[in-house]
């Protein structure tokens, strides 16, 4: 990802910083290089708001999870391999587990990403497992832009603002279920905390 221009655009001008699950020493280096372009510019890396999408699929037990991978690998045509490639299939106590060391980091937002079809399973156990265990070690991290929160997606009006959406439903719906499921789900706006 962008680390001479898009994140010297971050640290020049963004309130957020949005990226994607990697390895932890990865993600170690992308903040050091997102920190030496904050000194550049003369600003606190600290008032960047960290985000990290997480694509997963989720299970009771890891076979759960594993039965759930050839499901979804038989209704959408991708190899199972593939999946598992692009999404951490796992229970959600070991997705905390993975998730922990990059609050820990400073990120102070999760956002659980779902693509069609639906998966209502995942959302009720990140809505109901993941989420509370990210909660309990919210006041741990270096991020001073808080409050912590846990997004369920994120939407794009036709202006091109974006706002994240966090469901009333249960399951923590996410930006597209609509069109998945085919009705529409309870959901307000609401734009990210102020630094």
Known sequence: MGE?????????????WNTF?????????????LAG??????RDPGDIRKQLGVSVILGESEAEAEDRVRERAASTGIGEDQL????????????AEVLRPFRDLGVGDFLMLARPPADDRTMELWAGQVAPALRAVAGR??????????????????SGRRYHARSTHPAASVAGREAACGRPLPFRLTKPAAA
């Not at 598992?84 to 997705?95: D, M």
């Open 4 to 16: 001479r221009r898009t994140l010297r655009v971050v640290a020049e001008v963004g309130d957020g």
């Open 21 to 33: 699950l990697m390895p932890e020493e990865e993600y170690r280096h992308k903040l050091d290089i």
């Open 37 to 42: 372009h904050c000194k550049d510019v003369g």
């Open 84 to 95: 598992r490639g692009r999404f951490l299939a796992t229970t959600p106590e070991r997705c």
């Open 141 to 158: 991290g270096t991020s001073r832009v808080g409050p912590y929160r846990l997004w369920a997606g994120t939407l794009t009006s036709v």
